[in-house]
């Protein structure tokens, strides 16, 4: 019991503005408390803070509450709950039984927004009969997110990703044309989501397009930092926990990789998808 008031506790100093870190360290054991105050809570505000303490806690659970806002009508909560739900589902792979049912309704519902999110769009992925209302996406011109502090792109190169990942053979073709030609932000965008791409050869055409791309981009390091980043260095991180690669050397989330890394990382991707 002592515990369980202590998070709470820790929970009401994270909503009041300080700092959220015994929650999160708290990871699985906080995902019901917050749950139940997202359930009940009043204010839009509110409701963002604890989709985004359930964001930084992660894990399986924290996916079924967040759900139900990410086709919320304040812009603000629906954005939150819909990079929450992503980076759920990125880091911990499609769920199961009635929360994969769950996640079909709301993106399908979610989906028929005209401005609907970035990681909505990328969600369709996961939710068969979505095609539709992908397709309604692919004319759009507008750009989004996937997650707040990541690159936009186009909202039609996120319905293309969601619609090749649903076995749409036009959209795989079209990827593979928009690939090589990919503005930096946009190929980052597509490596950020690349859990959910499956087919081999848009896995290959990625791969060749990224891990040989020298143009900087600003992920993981400050902005201004030297040398900055580039989008191989991405490609290389991405790629090895995609596929669970093991290169002979330690992969590090914001580092810097050489030449002769990033050739080792296409090598090995050669050998483990196939043509």
Do not use: C, W
């Amino acid at each position: 019991m002592a515990d369980d008031m202590n998070l709470e506790a820790e929970i009401d100093t994270a909503l009041a503005g300080g700092s959220p870190e015994a929650v999160v360290e708290a990871g699985p054991a906080a995902v019901a408390p917050l749950a139940a105050r997202l359930a009940t809570a009043k204010t839009t505000g509110e409701k963002s803070a604890l989709v985004d303490l359930l964001a930084a806690v992660g894990g399986a659970d924290a996916l079924a509450p967040v759900l139900p806002y990410i086709g919320d009508t304040d812009p603000d909560l629906r954005a939150r709950a819909s990079a929450a739900a992503l980076k759920v589902v990125l880091a911990n792979g499609p769920p199961s039984g009635p929360i994969a049912e769950q996640l079909q309704a709301e993106v399908l519902a979610a989906l028929e927004a005209p401005d609907a999110e970035g990681g909505v769009l990328l969600l369709g992925a996961l939710a068969p009969g979505a095609e539709d209302a992908l397709e309604a996406h692919l004319s759009g011109t507008r750009l989004v997110k996937a997650q707040p502090q990541e690159p936009t792109a186009s909202a039609a190169l996120a319905a293309r990703l969601a619609l090749s990942a649903l076995g749409d053979d036009e959209a795989r073709t079209s990827l593979l044309k928009q690939i090589p030609e990919a503005e930096p932000d946009s190929l980052v965008f597509m490596l950020k989501a690349l859990p959910l791409i499956d087919a081999p050869e848009v896995l290959h055409a990625l791969a060749a397009t990224t891990l040989s791309s020298d143009a900087p981009v600003a992920d993981g390091l400050p902005s201004g930092a030297e040398p900055a980043r580039e989008v191989a260095d991405v490609a290389v991180e991405a790629f090895v926990a995609r596929l669970n690669l093991t290169p002979g050397y330690k992969v590090t989330p914001g580092a810097i990789y050489t030449a002769d890394q990033r050739a080792e990382v296409e090598r090995l991707i050669t050998g483990s998808i196939p043509n």
